[in-house]
């Protein structure tokens, strides 16, 4: 396979675990970083335009496709990430938002799913990703896409008040309460992960609430960002059109430090910059 990006910078190891196929079309190797024995090593994946957004707020709008311009290069990208996990993890707001989609390679259908998947049981993993949602209520669209599937495995994090609201639909889906005293208590899911099904690397694709709650609770290890060419402006009457961390804001003294492990540039989509940081 030719390659997909042009790599501009690259800090992170030589050495990793993908095949010749999928590593000279990423331009290089994709190493993560062992995971404890108490929870999964965790990132992130999100597109934001310009400046910072990651919805136009359009009702039953494909937003990623949106921002991203349909990026060619970005559903790659996102194809490798998510074969590289574990788990993916979404709120369920986004879950809400895409109930047709599902968080795999092949929903992804500008990309062919065989390499990844080939890949996938040569190292003795599962075809798909555990589909995990995160939810304080408990409710939950069960006509969604994942919760139909049975091939996929379903958790539903949620609270113990939560996990008594969830549809009896659920019967086929496992739930995990991890109760916080303000809802879910992410630290404790991600554990649960970890314990109870071996999740070594966790994905998590947001949405932006999920993400900000995240990073507030020190659980976001790396994140994967695909800056789009495109700036869309703030809506102040548009509550749907959201940034990359919805109305969190961190003080200077609270601010998220990253350092830069890599930046490509795709060969679909010249115009395109997927960035790659590490937590400081």
Request: hydrophobic content about 40%; glycine content about 8%.
């Amino acid at each position: 396979m030719s390659a997909r990006f042009q790599v501009l910078v690259d800090r992170t190891a030589s050495s990793g675990t993908l095949p010749d196929d999928l590593r000279d079309t990423y331009g290089g190797d994709l190493c993560f970083p062992e995971s404890s024995d108490t929870r999964p090593f965790i990132y992130t994946n999100f597109v934001t335009t310009l400046d910072g957004l990651v919805t136009f707020g359009i009702p039953n709008g494909s937003e990623g496709r949106l921002i991203s311009m349909n990026s060619r290069d970005d559903h790659w990208l996102m194809a490798l990430l998510r074969a590289s996990a574990d788990a993916v993890m979404v709120g369920a707001g986004t879950l809400r938002g895409d109930p047709d989609h599902a968080w795999t390679v092949e929903a992804l259908t500008s990309v062919d799913p065989g390499p990844f998947e080939a890949w996938r049981e040569t190292t003795g993993r599962p075809k798909f990703a555990l589909q995990c949602v995160v939810t304080q209520s408990g409710r939950i669209n069960v006509n969604s896409r994942i919760l139909q599937r049975s091939d996929l495995t379903k958790i539903v994090l949620t609270t113990a008040d939560g996990a008594q609201r969830a549809p009896a639909e659920l019967s086929n889906t496992h739930i995990l309460i991890a109760d916080g005293s303000d809802g879910v208590d992410l630290a404790q899911a991600v554990t649960l992960l970890r314990q109870e099904f071996g999740v070594k690397r966790l994905l998590c694709e947001g949405g932006p609430h999920l993400f900000a709650q995240m990073l507030k609770a020190e659980l976001v290890d790396e994140c994967f960002q695909t800056l789009s060419p495109q700036i869309i402006g703030a809506d102040r009457s548009n509550p749907h059109r959201l940034s990359l961390t919805e109305t969190s804001g961190f003080s200077p003294e609270q601010a998220k430090r990253m350092h830069l492990l890599s930046a490509r540039l795709g060969t679909a989509d010249p115009d395109h910059l997927f960035l790659r940081f590490a937590r400081s």
